[in-house]
């Protein structure tokens, strides 16, 4: 009895030993495709190792150009091999690849998730697709945005140059409620080496302007700023384009004079929010503002924190739906999941990534989507410029035009938005040209797609 009992111990052990490895071998593994961004190295150096650690979860982050990030996750899901469980979620893209996400309301409802903190537009905006999915959550809002103006406050404030603007333009120097009063303040601080700003001496050239705009994607994101402030939509709901009308024309005749006198050539080599080290770096005197960019230019390690102004983007007078300030469309996104097997290990990683972790994730990334995050007194207290920032932000997000919900949106107003700028800039073709040609291939598209 003795030794059938040592052998059964012996067995036991070894059945015990063997679990463990068997379930060591079987960790989970969740992939995750990210875009670059101010989130990375928080992910990277604190919350993936933070929930490995935390679950015996293994994450593999890719980070890719946001091109090249739709691309392969389009190709993966298109080739159904399940490389990714989850990824970075732009409205823009989800029609490329919208069959293989899974449908998180089941998931939702099973772990507890509290959709209520999010307001309606962010989830019309960021987390449903009516045509594509209808009646379903697809992904859940990570940073929803629509850029604002930044400024260095304290060369606006400064009365030598408060002076010299009053004289040239004979009004106040302050942050511009006109599209071309941006201009001219813009060219006002484009000066050469050797000049001064603020009773300093210029060792470099300083550019009065500027936003990423390396073409397509970069130019398109600009231009589109532009174009929503004109109070174009793109097309209408019988699938006409509006783009037809005159007041295009007279946008990207004042976006070729924006970028051409006040831009820092870099800008066409620049993706999303390079520009803003430019400007932490005293090389710009305003930037167009993504706001999950802000840490970059008045966070506690910037040259420039401290002094940034924040202003909403400025009326584009004469605009078509009669906007009392400009506009552009709602960006940033969020985290879909693809329907993998690992979908409900997915969907509790972005829940105790969004939900659990929401404060420390704003205090890494400042990045805002829950409603929690512009309350939390831990947030608000985490940096000064908030109670300036905050406000401008919530503001222009009012305005905030959302992305049209079909899948043919990147192929008819994204990216021919950035092909028709960048053709008109470089006089590629004429305004007019480019016009129609943009025009014409929206409707063609709509018209094969069945919408008209």
Do not use: C
């Not at 309301?105 to 045509?131: A, K, N, R, T, W």
């Not at 397509?216 to 174009?227: D, N, Q, S």
């Not at 400025?314 to 960006?331: A, T, Y």
């Not at 929690?372 to 985490?382: I, K, R, Y």
Request: glycine share 8%; aromatic share 14%.
């Amino acid at each position: 009895m003795l030794r059938n009992h040592r052998l059964w111990s012996l067995a036991l052990s070894l059945a015990v030993v063997f679990g463990l490895l068997a379930s060591a071998h079987a960790q989970t593994t969740l992939r995750l495709a990210e875009h670059p961004g101010p989130h990375v190295e928080a992910l990277e150096e604190y919350f993936i190792p933070l929930y490995e650690e935390l679950t015996g979860v293994e994450i593999l982050m890719e980070v890719l150009p946001p091109t090249q990030l739709w691309q392969k996750m389009q190709l993966e899901a298109q080739a159904n091999t399940n490389y990714y469980d989850m990824g970075y979620h732009s409205p823009g893209w989800f029609g490329y690849y919208h069959e293989k996400v899974a449908g998180l309301d089941d998931l939702i409802e099973e772990f507890g998730f509290d959709i209520d903190q999010y307001s309606q537009s962010v989830i019309e905006s960021h987390m449903i697709s009516p045509i594509l999915r209808p009646g379903e959550i697809v992904a859940i809002a990570r940073n929803p945005q629509t850029p604002i103006y930044a400024y260095r406050l304290d060369w606006f404030q400064h009365p030598d140059e408060q002076a010299a603007f009053q004289e040239e333009y004979g009004r106040p120097l302050v942050a511009p409620n006109t599209w071309e009063e941006l201009y001219d303040i813009a060219v006002f601080f484009t000066r050469p080496a050797g000049a001064t700003v603020a009773g300093e001496t210029l060792t470099q050239p300083l550019f009065g302007y500027s936003a990423s705009i390396k073409p397509p994607g970069g130019m398109a994101r600009a231009f589109l700023a532009i174009v929503y402030s004109l109070g174009l939509d793109g097309w209408d709901d019988t699938y006409t384009s509006d783009l037809r009308d005159p007041i295009l024309l007279e946008g990207v005749a004042y976006w070729k004079k924006l970028v051409e006198d006040t831009f820092p050539p870099q800008a066409q080599t620049w993706d999303f929010l390079e520009h803003l080290s430019f400007f932490a770096e005293g090389r710009l005197a305003t930037a167009e503002l993504w706001p999950e960019g802000v840490l970059t230019i008045d966070g506690g390690d910037a040259p420039t924190a401290g002094n940034i102004g924040y202003a909403v983007l400025p009326q584009w007078p004469g605009n078509r739906k009669d906007l009392p300030i400009g506009r552009s469309f709602i960006g940033g996104g969020g985290m879909l999941i693809f329907d993998t097997p690992n979908k409900a290990e997915a969907f509790k990683f972005i829940q105790w990534l969004l939900e659990e972790q929401a404060a420390e994730f704003n205090l890494r990334t400042a990045m805002f989507a829950r409603s929690e995050q512009f309350t939390d007194p831990e947030v608000l207290g985490s940096y000064d410029f908030y109670d300036t920032f905050l406000p401008v932000f919530q503001e222009q997000m009012a305005y905030g035009f959302p992305r049209q919900h079909v899948a043919e949106y990147g192929a008819a107003m994204y990216n021919p938005a950035g092909e028709f700028a960048a053709d008109v800039l470089f006089d590629v073709m004429t305004p007019e040209q480019a016009q129609n040609r943009w025009a014409d291939a929206m409707e063609r598209i709509f018209t094969e797609s069945g919408f008209r």
